[in-house]
C-alpha cells in the first residue's frame, strides 16, 4: 500500500505561483511513477504532469507545458508541482497519484494509489 498526502494548494491571483508537494508513505516511493491531475467539479479528471521514478522522463498535458514543473525528491518521499504563471482555467482539485512499473502514462486509470487532493483557485 501508498499512502499520498497532498499540501500546497491555496488561493492566488493570476500570474501568482503555487509550489502543490505530495508525501508518499508505505511502498517503495522511488520505484514509482508520480503524478498530479486535476478536477473541477462537472468535469472529468484531467492528466496535468506525470515523471518517472529516474525524474528524468516528465510528461506534461498541453495545457500546462512551460508553466508547470513537476520533479521529485526521493531522499524524502515527495513529488512536487510547480506552477507558475497561473490562470484562472487552472482552478480545481489537484490530486496526486502513484503507479507501479517504468513507464509515465497520462491515463489516470492506470494509477492505484491516490491523495485527498488540494484546492487550488486562481483568481482573475
Known amino acids: 500500500q501508498v499512502q499520498l498526502v497532498e499540501s500546497g494548494g491555496g488561493l492566488v491571483q493570476a500570474g501568482g505561483s503555487l509550489r502543490l508537494s505530495c508525501a508518499a508513505s508505505?511502498?517503495?516511493?522511488?520505484?514509482?511513477?508520480m503524478g498530479w491531475f486535476r478536477q473541477v467539479p462537472g468535469k472529468e479528471r484531467e492528466f496535468v504532469a506525470a515523471?518517472?521514478?529516474?525524474?528524468?522522463?516528465?510528461d506534461y498535458a498541453d495545457s500546462v507545458k512551460g508553466r508547470f514543473t513537476i520533479f521529485r525528491d526521493n531522499a524524502k518521499n515527495t513529488v512536487y508541482l510547480q506552477m507558475n504563471s497561473l490562470e484562472p482555467e487552472d482552478t480545481a482539485v489537484y490530486y496526486c497519484?502513484?503507479?507501479?512499473?517504468?513507464?509515465?502514462?497520462?491515463?489516470?486509470?492506470?494509477?492505484?494509489?491516490w491523495g485527498q487532493g488540494t484546492q487550488v483557485t486562481v483568481s482573475s
Open positions: 497519484a502513484a503507479k507501479g512499473g517504468p513507464f509515465v502514462t497520462k491515463a489516470g486509470g492506470s494509477y492505484d494509489y
Open positions: 508505505g511502498r517503495a516511493y522511488r520505484y514509482l511513477v
Open positions: 515523471i518517472n521514478y529516474r525524474g528524468d522522463s516528465p
